[in-house]
T-cell receptor, first 114, second 109 residues
């Protein structure tokens, strides 16, 4: 079955620690995205990548880092520099060859900083 | 700035019809999406509009007026499982997705 997987579903971290969230897709999609969702707010773009070994900052990239060493993988590291990291993190992907650029989402990771 | 407005919350009765509105002011327009998101889960794609008019897909329909910067999602024959948040998102001139905050729809028996 094709899809997007994120792990873990729930993650707890002590303040001051870095943590990496996994995102893998086997849809052969070109582009991958990381969003953050807070209660009562829309999705906010952290980083995106349209091609291997290249990625762009989104609206709220500070305190985060990413890599795109393989087409199917786009891990997100939440660093200790991120002031308020507790949130729901969503990874999405899309093909750039289609007509609509519809983004498909993974199940999400809920990060809680203790 | 870019802005997408949706009502924060709506309530409807099982079996009824509800219309969720979305107005947008963006730098350019290259399409509009509606997604459904159940609590604690990922958004799932519902519809895409790029031309004016109504797109019907089963119990759900989506309408777009580009001149008015306006869209709505129409849900018919409401079921309890339709209780969710509905997100409106617009592709701007840079092909970036701009997201609304979502409308929480509560269905009552």
């Amino acid at each position: 079955d094709g899809g997007i997987t994120q792990s873990p579903k729930y993650l707890f971290r002590k303040e001051g620690q870095n943590v990496t969230l996994s995102c893998e897709q086997n849809l052969n999609h070109d582009a991958m995205y990381w969003y953050r969702q807070d209660p009562g707010q829309g999705l906010r773009l952290i980083y995106y990548s349209q091609i291997v070994n290249d990625f762009q900052k989104g609206d709220i990239a500070e305190g985060y880092s990413v890599s795109r060493e393989k087409k199917e993988s786009f891990p997100l590291t939440v660093t200790s520099a991120q002031k308020n990291p507790t949130a729901f993190y969503l990874c999405a992907s899309t093909t750039l060859a289609g007509d609509t650029d519809t983004q498909y989402f993974g199940p999400g990771t809920r990060l809680t900083v203790l | 700035g870019q802005n997408i407005d949706q009502p924060t919350e709506m309530t409807a009765t099982e079996g009824a019809i509800v219309q969720i509105n979305c107005t947008y002011q963006t730098s350019g327009f290259n399409g509009l999406f509606w997604y459904q998101q159940h609590a604690g889960e990922a958004p799932t794609f519902l519809s895409y509009n790029v031309l004016d008019g109504l797109e019907e897909k089963g119990r759900f329909s989506s309408f777009l007026s580009r001149s008015k910067g306006y869209s709505y999602l129409l849900l018919k024959e409401l079921q309890m499982k339709d209780s969710a948040s509905y997100l409106c998102a617009v592709i701007d001139s840079n092909y970036q997705l701009i997201w609304g905050a979502g409308t929480k729809l509560i269905i009552k028996p």
